[in-house]
Structure formats: structure tokens, C-alpha cells
């Protein structure tokens, strides 16, 4: 999967939450919104049911407020969010085989077992033969390890909550393939070091839409709401 800008010659767009600038978040209409609007990836965000079904939804409590992963799939999928039904990954993955654009699945591992959601996800990826079209991200930099130690070919996204400083050593440790840096505290020499270690960096938690900092910084991807807004004012339209 090719993430660097110095090999792809362009920013790489990311649609937050399959386009939540454009349609409810992590939703079939989301989706087909990122997809029609021309990001390169579609993110969202992955919990796990009780019984070990993966599914897009972003916080770990439903709607009545019961756990993820206190609930069966077989009622989950009773359920609204926004008046629209939860996808099921392993539905999303087998749309997005046939699809131009790739996938970055957020992975949220809190309130389950190590490996649990991880190891529900690689299945789902090897059944679907997707391996290709997807970027698993996670907060769980341990949980991102274990991942690449058993499937080296996955590509891996660091989510960070604020400045490292070393991130070289980072990069080894993990042996994450990109990092997701925050808005107003990333720096130039940040995204240099990234390189330097041959990661991606991708630039979110965009609360205006400053492209312009994605250009300045040297960043490889930038993460918005609304791909067709960045799209424009990165003149690819």
C-alpha cells in the first residue's frame, strides 16, 4: 500500500468516518459518499460484539447505552443509529474488494480482551481477501504490534494523542507502516523524523478546514470530514 507522498506526488485524502461532513458517520450512506466524492481512504471505526462480530459504530456504547461487546450481533442488527442500520465489516469489506478507493479501519480495543477485536478482524480480512485494500489504526500500540508480528504484510497506523520525542525509536518499536499526527502541536521536523524512518504521517483532528497545514507540515495524508472540500482546496478538481 503506497502512502508516501514522495512516491504517490499528492496528499492522500481520508474520509473521517466514511464522510461525516456528507452523511451520518460510519453508516452504508457515509460510505458510498467518501466513495463518490473521491478519497483515497474511507475511515471508520470497528467494534466487536458480543459473540465476535465485527461492525462499524464509533463509540463503545449503543445507543440504550449498553456495551458493544455486551450485546449479540442478532440484536445489534435490530438497531439504529441515526435511523440507519450498523454495518457489518465483513458486508463493508466485501464492497470495497471491487471498489478504487481503500479502507482504514479504526480498531476500538477498549472494554475486550487483548486481541480479541484484532484477531476477529484478520479473519474477517483473510475470508474477504482484502488484505491489500486496508490500514488498520488503533490507540493500542501494543494490540498494533501483535498485528504486525503475525501478519508482517498488514499495513499499520499509530494513532497519537500528542508530540513524541523520538520518533524513530517509536517507529522500530511498533513497526507501525504511518502515524496519525494532531492538528496545532505537529511540527516539520516531526513529520521528518517519520520519513527518515520510512513511515507515512497523516495529519487529523482537524477542527477548520486548514489545508494548508497539511501542505506546510509535508504530510502524506490528511484525515477530513468532507473529501470533496479537501479535495478542492488541494486543487484536485
Known amino acids: 500500500m503506497e502512502l508516501l507522498k514522495s512516491r504517490t506526488q499528492r ?24 466513495l463518490a466524492s473521491g478519497a483515497d481512504f474511507l475511515e471508520v471505526d470497528i467494534q466487536l460484539s458480543q459473540d465476535g462480530i465485527p461492525f462499524l459504530h464509533h463509540h463503545y456504547s449503543l445507543p440504550d447505552g449498553r456495551l458493544c461487546g455486551a450485546v449479540s450481533w442478532a440484536e445489534i442488527e435490530t438497531l439504529r443509529s441515526n435511523g440507519l442500520p450498523f454495518p457489518r465489516l465483513s458486508d463493508v469489506l466485501d ?8 479502507l482504514s479501519l479504526d480498531l476500538k480495543c477498549g472494554f475486550q480482551p487483548e486481541e480479541c477485536l484484532s484477531r476477529a478482524v484478520l479473519a474477517a480480512l483473510q475470508k474477504t481477501g482484502t488484505h491489500h485494500k486496508v490500514m488498520l489504526l488503533a490507540w493500542d500500540h501494543v494490540e498494533l504490534l501483535k498485528i504486525k508480528q503475525s501478519q508482517p ?46 513511515a507515512a504521517a497523516l495529519l487529523g483532528g482537524l477542527w477548520q478546514p486548514d489545508f494548508g497545514a497539511a ?22 478538481l
Open 11 to 34: 496528499i492522500l485524502i481520508e474520509a473521517h468516518r466514511g464522510a461525516e461532513g456528507l452523511a451520518p458517520e460510519n453508516s452504508w450512506p457515509a460510505l458510498e459518499a467518501g
Open 95 to 102: 464492497w470495497i474488494r471491487s471498489r478504487e478507493t481503500c
Open 153 to 198: 504484510t498488514v499495513t499499520t497506523r499509530a494513532l497519537l494523542a500528542g508530540r513524541l520525542t523520538d520518533y524513530r525509536a517509536f517507529l522500530h518499536t511498533t513497526q507501525v507502516d504511518a502515524v496519525s499526527l494532531n492538528y496545532g502541536i505537529a511540527r516539520p521536523a516531526d513529520v521528518e523524523q517519520i520519513h527518515a524512518a520510512g
Open 215 to 236: 501542505a506546510q507540515l509535508g504530510v502524506d495524508m490528511l484525515s477530513w470530514g468532507n473529501p470533496l472540500e479537501a479535495r478542492q482546496a488541494l486543487g484536485y
